[in-house]
């Protein structure tokens, strides 16, 4: 499974951006899916989940700020950002497989992640 997080950039406080993960073949309709986050020198932490039922769950600090939805048709699953936050800038990846797998975040592999920056 290829997955590949783009999107990222440089953006001022109050902004918005929109994630894309693109995976190979179908593997994220038949899949739940996680973006996480990383910040320099902390860890990687689950912001975002997506069930094939199309269910969300969030993090309580992007609650209300980040939404997640995919397309079908596209392979793609995104992550919408709104009103951003310095403490929002991190390297954001995304990942499938069971939602208690997304939880514990022990995955053996990593896609390229994509970088997001806020700041004024």
């Known amino acids: 499974v290829q997955l590949q997080a783009s999107g990222g950039g440089s953006v001022q406080p109050g902004g918005s951006l929109r994630l894309s993960c693109l995976a190979t073949?179908?593997?994220?309709?038949?899949?739940?899916m996680g973006w996480y986050r990383q910040a320099p020198g902390k860890q990687r932490e689950l912001v975002a989940t997506?069930?094939?039922?199309?269910?969300?769950n969030y993090a309580a600090s992007v609650k209300g700020r980040f939404s997640v939805f995919r397309d079908r048709a596209k392979h793609t699953v995104y992550l919408r950002m709104n009103n951003l936050k310095p403490q929002d800038t991190a390297a954001y990846y995304c990942?499938?497989?069971?939602?208690?797998?997304?939880?514990?975040?022990?995955?053996?592999?990593w896609g390229r992640g994509t970088l997001v920056t806020v700041s004024s």
């Open positions: 990942n499938v497989g069971p939602l208690s797998k997304l939880a514990r975040g022990d995955f053996t592999s």
């Open positions: 073949g179908d593997i994220l309709s038949s899949n739940s």
């Open positions: 997506l069930t094939t039922g199309d269910s969300t």
